[in-house]
C-alpha cells in the first residue's frame, strides 16, 4: 500500500473517474491541492479571473460532451460562496460538475477562523451532496461517493470542502485497484413501454415533448428512430434543443411563452396526448396549466421519481432514465403495427410554412431579429451555441437553427446573468475544434467580462455576438406591466468614446484591454461580412473575438402568459423575403 497526502489521493481518483479538467483560482486553504495537481500532471488547468466564473467555466466543459464532468477549484471562505450561483445553475438544469474548496483547520472551524465558512451548509440547499470532509482518511471515499453522486439518477453538483489540515494528512491509499462505483439508473420495463405505446396509439394527434434529460442520457439518436418509428412529431423544451435537428420532417417547433415558435404553439394545441421524456413542464413552457392541459392526456418519463407530479399530474408515469426507456421504446415500437402519423405529421408541417415571424428589417438603429437572420447564414449545423438569458436569447431561441445535441447550450432554470462568457470559454475547451458563438446582451456581457483575458492568456478562441441596446431589455419589457420604466436604462455620455453615441461602455475597448479582438456593426448590411471576419479572425488569433451589434433601444420580443395567447410586437412574416433563412419557407 502507498502512502501519501489525502489530495495526491485526490488527485490521482479525478484522474481514474475521468474528470481531468479543472477551472479555478489558487489560494492559501487550497494550496495543498495545487500541489498535488502539478506533482502528478494528469489534470489541466484553467486560471479563471472570478471563482462564479470558473464554476460556469465547469459547467459549459460539463455540457458540451456525453460524460465530462467539469471540476472547479477555489480556495476557502468568499471562494465558496462565489461558486454558490454556479453550484445552483448547474443543481437547476442537472449537470453534474466536482466543485472543490479548500477550508481552514478541523480544530479552528468554530473559531471564526480566517476565511472559515460553513460552506458545506451553505451549498446543501444548491448542490446534490455538500459535505466538509473532516479525516484524510475519508478522503478516497467521499470522493468515490461524489462521483457516483452525480452521476447516479437526476444529475447534479457536488461539493467536497477539504480543511487545509486534511488535505496535507498522510494515508494509506492504492489507485491501482480504485475503481468508480456502479451506477443505478432506472429503467422502463416493457409492461410500461406497451403502456406508453397503447395510450400513444388512442390518439389521433399524438405528439413528444423531448426534454434536456435526453441530452444528458446521451439518447439523441434513440429520441429521433423513436419519433420516425412511430411517425410522431417532437417538440423540444429549450433544454432539450438539438435533440431532434430543426430541419428533420417530425421537428415541430418548440412551445412555450417566449422561447417558442409560433407553429409549436399551434402543435401543442392541437395534440390529444402528449409524452414528455426527461422533462420539468417548466412553466415558462406550459404557461397557464388549464391551457397547456386542456383535455389532453400526459404521459411523463422521468429518472427522478419526485419530479412525476410536481407541477402536475401526468394520466400514467415510468421513472426511468430516458436512454434506457427510449431502448425500450423503440424496441416495441418495431415489433407493433403502429397507427399511420402521416397526415397528422404533414399537418404539423404546414404549420411552418404560414405561422414564422418575421426576421428581415433594414432599419437603422439595427432590429435585433435581422442578427439571427445573418447568423443563421454565417454559422452552420455544427456550430455550438452558448447564451443564457434576456431579450437576446429569447429572440434566438425563436429564430436561430440547431441542429445537434449540446450544440444549443444554455442556462435555464437558473439564467444568471454573466454565465455566458465562462461557459462558452468550458464549452470551447471542452471540442477545442468547434466553432462556438455566445450571444450576450450588453448586462449579461458585462457581468463577468473580465473572463475575456482567460480567452486569451490560455488561446480559447471563440465568437461572441453581442446585441447591444443599452438597456435590461427583458426587464424593461416586464415593467410594461407597472407603467414603468425605472432603472433599467444603461446609456450614458462616455467622455472616453463619443463614437458609442450615448450607449456607453465601449466594449470594443474593454474587450481589446483583455487582450481579444472586437468589431463594431451600426447597419444591418454589415452584420454577415462581420460575423465572417470573425471567423477568420478567430482562426488567426486564437482569441475570443466580440462582435457588437448596436441595435435600437426599445424592442418587445414575442411572448405572453398563455400558449394560446402570444403577443406579437412586430407585423409578422407574410411573404419568403420576410423571413428568408426560416428552414420552411413561406407559402
Known amino acids: 500500500m502507498a ?118 451548509s451553505i451549498a446543501a440547499p444548491v448542490a446534490k451532496w455538500a459535505v466538509t470532509v473532516m479525516e484524510a482518511a475519508q478522503v478516497p471515499g467521499t470522493f468515490q461517493k461524489a462521483f457516483h453522486i452525480m452521476r447516479s439518477g437526476r444529475p447534479g453538483p457536488v461539493l467536497i470542502d477539504l480543511p487545509i489540515d486534511v488535505q496535507l494528512a498522510e494515508i494509506e491509499f492504492d489507485i491501482s485497484t480504485y475503481e468508480p462505483l456502479p451506477l443505478a439508473r432506472p429503467a422502463a420495463t416493457r409492461l410500461q413501454a406497451e403502456k406508453v405505446l397503447t395510450m400513444l396509439a388512442a390518439g389521433s394527434h399524438p405528439l413528444i415533448v423531448a426534454g ?36 428533420h420532417p417530425l421537428s415541430a417547433g418548440m412551445v412555450g411563452l417566449q422561447t417558442s415558435h409560433r407553429y409549436g404553439n399551434a402543435t401543442m394545441l392541437a395534440a390529444d396526448v402528449v409524452l414528455g421524456i426527461g422533462n420539468r413542464w417548466a412553466n415558462r413552457h406550459t404557461g397557464g396549466l388549464d391551457v397547456y392541459r386542456g383535455d389532453r392526456k400526459f404521459i411523463h418519463v422521468d429518472i427522478e421519481p419526485t419530479q412525476i407530479g410536481r407541477v402536475f399530474a401526468p394520466d400514467y408515469a415510468v421513472v426511468s432514465d430516458a436512454r434506457l426507456a427510449l431502448e425500450m421504446l423503440v424496441e416495441v415500437a418495431r415489433e407493433w403495427t403502429l397507427p399511420d402519423r402521416t397526415a397528422w405529421a404533414a399537418e404539423c408541417r404546414e404549420r411552418r410554412t404560414t405561422l414564422q415571424r418575421r426576421t428581415h428589417f433594414d432599419a437603422v438603429p439595427i432590429k435585433p431579429q435581422r442578427v439571427y437572420e445573418e447568423m443563421n447564414r ?28 449540446r450544440h444549443w447550450i444554455n442556462a435555464g432554470q437558473a439564467g444568471p446573468l454573466g454565465w455566458t462568457v465562462p461557459a462558452a470559454l468550458g464549452v470551447a475547451v471542452a471540442d477545442p475544434s468547434a466553432t462556438v458563438v455566445a450571444l450576450s446582451g450588453d448586462y449579461d456581457f458585462q457581468f463577468l467580462i473580465e473572463e475575456l483575458a482567460v480567452g486569451a492568456q490560455f488561446n480559447i478562441p471563440y465568437i461572441h455576438v453581442v446585441v447591444n441596446n443599452s438597456y435590461l431589455g427583458l426587464i424593461r419589457q416586464a415593467q410594461r406591466g407597472f407603467d414603468m420604466d425605472y432603472c433599467v436604462q444603461l446609456s450614458f455620455e462616455n467622455i ?80 419568403p423575403e420576410d423571413a428568408p433563412t426560416a428552414l420552411a419557407l413561406l407559402d
Not at 434513440?222 to 417538440?235: K, N, Q, R, S
Not at 451555441?385 to 434576456?390: A, E, H
Not at 468589431?519 to 457588437?548: C, F, S, T
Request: aromatic share 4%; hydrophobic share 45%.
Open 3 to 120: 502512502r501519501m497526502r489525502a489530495v495526491d489521493a485526490a488527485v490521482l481518483i479525478l484522474e481514474k473517474e475521468g474528470s481531468t479538467q479543472a477551472f479555478g483560482l489558487p489560494g492559501a486553504a487550497i494550496n495543498p491541492f495545487y500541489s498535488a495537481m502539478r506533482a502528478h500532471g494528469g489534470i489541466r488547468h484553467v486560471l479563471a479571473r472570478h471563482v462564479e466564473a470558473a464554476s460556469h467555466m465547469a459547467e459549459g466543459y460539463t455540457r458540451a460532451r456525453a460524460g465530462n464532468i467539469g471540476v472547479c477549484i477555489g480556495t476557502s471562505g468568499p471562494a465558496g460562496t462565489d461558486m454558490i450561483t454556479g453550484l445552483y445553475s448547474a443543481s437547476a438544469d442537472s449537470i453534474p460538475l466536482l466543485c472543490i474548496t479548500g477550508q481552514a483547520p478541523v480544530a479552528k472551524l468554530h473559531k471564526e477562523d480566517f476565511q472559515a465558512v460553513d460552506i458545506s
Open 496 to 575: 472616453n468614446s463619443p463614437e458609442v453615441q450615448g450607449y456607453g461602455v465601449d466594449h470594443l475597448k474593454v474587450a481589446e484591454g483583455l487582450g481579444c479582438k472586437a468589431l463594431r456593426v451600426v447597419e444591418p448590411d454589415g452584420i454577415l461580412p462581420a460575423l465572417e471576419q470573425a471567423k477568420k479572425m478567430m482562426v488567426e488569433h486564437q482569441v475570443p473575438i466580440v462582435v457588437e451589434v448596436i441595435l435600437e433601444r426599445v424592442t418587445n420580443v414575442s411572448m405572453g402568459v398563455e400558449i394560446d395567447n402570444i403577443i406579437e410586437f412586430e407585423d409578422l412574416a407574410i411573404n
Open 378 to 405: 454565417a454559422f452552420g449545423p455544427d456550430t455550438r451555441y452558448v447564451s443564457t438569458i434576456g431579450l437576446s436569447q429569447i429572440q434566438a431561441a425563436q429564430m436561430l437553427h440547431v441542429y445537434r445535441p
Open 212 to 247: 434536456g434529460g435526453i441530452i444528458n442520457a446521451d439518447a439523441a439518436d434513440l429520441l429521433v428512430e423513436f419519433a420516425e418509428l412511430t411517425g410522431i412529431p417532437v417538440v423540444p423544451t429549450l433544454m432539450g434543443w438539438g435533440a431532434i435537428a430543426d430541419d
